[in-house]
Nanobody, 125 residues
Framework: QVQLVESGGGSAQAGGSLRLSCAASGGTSSTWTMGWFRQNPGKGREFVAAVTPSSVNTYYANSVKGRFTVSRDNAKNMVFLQMNSLKPEDTAVYYC??????????????????WGQGTQVIVSS
């Protein structure tokens, strides 16, 4: 059974940085496309970033492009989200997700078949 566990959330001031980590287990994580989504109360889950199995391709939401970097360490079954130049609008619960085999789009939460429990990020102005 796939298990994803996020860590690294917390509070930061605008302009600061945080690094989120996602530990994957329960399968051959090196073959999974992995992504990060975020969600605020009363809103849908929003795509943030994704990385393909060998890190050949990375994808970003326009709102975070140039500020966030997604990466992975397949030897350690880890995925990371480095968040720089944080803005108050980045405040959300961040979720790590594994895409299903044959997914058609990284931006659609419905294409993720396993989620972590989420980690809160709060950015103050």
């Amino acid at each position: 059974q796939v298990q994803l566990v996020e860590s690294g959330g917390g509070s930061a001031q605008a302009g600061g940085s945080l690094r989120l980590s996602c530990a994957a287990s329960g399968g051959t994580s090196s073959t999974w496309t992995m992504g990060w989504f975020r969600q605020n109360p009363g809103k849908g889950r929003e795509f943030v970033a994704a990385v393909t199995p060998s890190s050949v391709n990375t994808y970003y939401a326009n709102s975070v492009k140039g500020r966030f970097t997604v990466s992975r360490d397949n030897a350690k079954n880890m995925v990371f989200l480095q968040m720089n130049s944080l803005k108050p609008e980045d405040t959300a619960v961040y979720y790590c997700g594994k895409y299903e085999t044959g997914y058609t789009s990284v931006v659609v939460p419905g294409n993720v078949d396993s989620w972590g429990q989420g980690t809160q990020v709060i950015v103050s102005s």
